[in-house]
């Protein structure tokens, strides 16, 4: 089982910038396609953007254009780079396998605290 540690988080002004990193701990971190979840307060948790084994990538509507996720296999590590920040973008963010069904997934790591003022 590949266990996730996220971080990169903090407190931000609207229109910055921050970078979230996600380092795998297991083997075959290469085979897995990978997202980035988030979990605002008082809502359930969406997934955010995803990045499969071949690098292809997709975003949900709210971040698209702001939001980069990128993969480093050797490092087994997962970005995401976050710009144009709003007050909407505050949240806990998770990084996990991509999956369609988000229930599916049952270990989840600490996640990291972002925070966007206004």
């Known amino acids: 089982q590949v266990q996730l540690v996220e971080s990169g988080g903090g407190l931000v002004q609207a229109g910055g910038s921050l970078r979230l990193t996600c380092v795998a701990r297991?083997?075959?971190?290469?085979?897995?396609?990978m997202a980035w979840y988030r979990q605002g307060p008082g809502k359930g948790r969406e997934k955010v953007a995803s990045i499969n084994r071949d690098d292809a990538v997709n975003y949900s509507d709210s971040v698209k254009g702001r939001f980069t996720i990128s993969r480093d296999n050797a490092q087994n590590t997962v970005y995401l780079q976050m710009d144009n920040l709003t007050p909407e973008d505050t949240a806990v963010y998770y990084c996990?396998?991509?999956?369609?069904?988000?229930?599916?997934?049952?270990?989840w790591g600490q996640g990291t605290q972002v925070t966007v003022s206004s």
């Open positions: 996990n396998a991509d999956v369609a069904d988000i229930t599916r997934i049952t270990s």
């Open positions: 297991g083997n075959m971190f290469h085979l897995y396609n």
